[in-house]
């Protein structure tokens, strides 16, 4: 941005004036506090970046058309088609009218170029980056979210005896099918049990005193993996008074 170009956006803009309102198309109506896109004066660029659900791609920066009609006669952004206009039109529930110019990851433009009203001073060329979100990341959570999920709904639980364990359990989804409990001691595996289609609960006895673990795996047909937990401890103690036994979940 040269001197006359910074001239001449100060005066007509205010003094605090910079790129920034931007954000992804659906939050429009709604609004967003997060601050998607940065302006850097100094390089003349302005930086979108993407939100963390890479399914938002398309983004739209709102420039207002009232506060730019003084200053600049003309708004245009570069495609692979060449440099195209882009008009005026109304906005929101008051119908201000705006510059909305859509940034779209997957047809992208590179710059944005500001002709000043009688050539008062050269166009002023604003080039887009793009920082895409990461992909890794977000399958990651993903997961860990359809995990928390299917948890809740299979609703795991057990209880314990003089020399047993009790695990309860629900099918995670319809796609169910069958249930797996691996029985662990001091990290070595003890043994594994199918359950039984239409049980919903296994019985482990023969338990001698100790701390032990167990992880239930829910699966699908064709031995499709549905849901494998972490591992999860319980305790068989000595009962306590009156012979009761030690309930826990």
């Known amino acids: 941005m040269n001197k006359y170009q910074e001239f001449i956006l100060k005066n007509y803009l205010g003094q605090d004036f910079i790129f920034d309102r931007c954000c992804p198309i ?56 060449g440099w195209e206009e882009i008009r005026l039109s109304n906005f929101g529930e008051h119908q201000l009218s705006v510059y909305r110019i859509l940034i779209d990851f997957n047809n992208r433009i590179d710059k944005l170029k500001l002709h000043f009203t009688n050539n008062l001073a050269d166009d002023y060329i604003l080039a887009f980056k793009y920082v895409e979100a990461d992909k890794n990341a977000y399958y990651a959570k993903q997961e860990e979210k359809k995990k928390a999920d299917l948890l809740v709904t299979a609703n795991i639980k057990h209880s314990t ?29 003890l043994a594994k049990y199918k359950v039984d289609t239409g049980v919903f609960f296994k019985s482990i006895t023969g338990l001698a005193y100790g701390t032990y673990e167990y992880i239930v795996k829910q699966y699908g047909k064709n031995d499709k993996l549905l849901l494998e937990t972490d591992r999860v401890k319980f305790s068989i103690r000595c009962p306590n008074y009156g012979g009761k036994p030690v309930i826990s979940w």
């Open 161 to 189: 005896g003089n020399d047993l364990v009790n695990i309860y359990f629900q099918p995670c989804c319809d796609e169910y099918e069958k249930t797996e409990i691996i029985l662990y001691k001091d990290s070595q595996m």
């Open 26 to 81: 659906t939050y429009e109506i709604d609004g967003s506090k997060t601050r998607y896109g940065v302006f850097n004066q100094e390089t003349d660029t302005f930086t979108i970046t993407q939100d963390e659900n890479i399914n938002i791609t398309e983004y739209v920066l709102l420039i207002e058309g009232a506060t730019f009609s003084k200053a600049i006669d003309k708004i245009l952004v570069s495609t692979k088609n």
